[in-house]
């Protein structure tokens, strides 16, 4: 079984603070995914990548960077957090680059909180 | 760009009955991807089928059912004799040939009441 584990599941961080949320995957998965949950809007794309030190912006990258310096992990950055930040944090992988039909799979979550 | 639009933001059933929740997508691709995942109340997404758009041939796995209509551009989700476990968040996604990252509607929240 493919598993996506995150490196906290609830965070709690004061505004201006640099926070580094952690995924790793241990499928040999190509592709990761950082994505924000939101009450009412779903799951919205922060980045992604599909191989080592590549990214790719996604819908709302603004106030985030990431880094992927090994196949089976991929940090999301908050370079100054602030109180829109606050949110749920998934992280997700999937198989192969080209292959829109892979399914990804979900780490359980890091709640933030910023204060 | 692609769109997922699930109108339905929170169904509240009583045990045994069935419940559709409802997915409609926007897409210019030609080819494309639908998906259903399922996110309990401990938080983790779980995968639940895949489709692609030449495939509309209805599936049925157990009490879940799957109604992909292309002329409509909707892929519906049918729970039949709802149980208490099935409470969860049901994300309907897109992802497409050109763009494969994938897009996910704003989510049903299903409540299942004894």
């Not at chain 1, 980045?47 to 819908?59: C, I, P």
């Not at chain 2, 879940?64 to 099935?86: G, L, M, R």
Request: some cysteine.
């Amino acid at each position: 079984d493919v598993k996506v584990t995150q490196s906290s599941r609830y965070l709690v961080k004061r505004t201006g603070e640099k926070v580094f949320l952690e995924c790793v995957q241990d499928m040999d998965h190509e592709n990761m995914f950082w994505y924000r949950q939101d009450p009412g809007l779903g799951l919205r794309l922060i980045y992604f990548s599909y191989d080592v030190k590549m990214k790719e912006k996604g819908d709302i990258p603004e106030g985030y960077s990431v880094s992927r310096e090994k196949k089976e992990r991929f940090s999301l950055i908050l370079e100054s957090a602030s109180t829109n930040q606050t949110s749920m944090y998934l992280c997700a992988s999937s198989r192969t680059r080209g292959l829109p039909y892979n399914e990804q799979f979900f780490g359980p979550g890091t709640r933030l909180t910023v204060l | 760009a692609q769109k997922v639009t699930q109108a339905q933001t929170e169904i509240s059933v009583v045990e045994k009955e069935d419940v559709t929740l409802d997915c409609v997508y926007e897409t210019r691709d030609t080819t494309y991807y639908l998906f259903w995942y399922k996110q309990p109340p401990s938080g983790e997404l779980v995968f639940l089928i895949r489709r692609n758009s030449f495939d509309e041939q209805n599936e049925i796995s157990g009490r879940y059912s799957w109604n992909f209509q292309k002329s409509t551009s909707s892929f519906n989700f049918t729970i039949t004799a709802s149980q208490v476990v099935d409470s969860a968040v049901y994300f309907c996604a897109l992802s497409e040939l050109e763009n494969n990252d994938m897009r996910f509607g704003a989510g049903t929240r299903l409540t299942v009441k004894p």
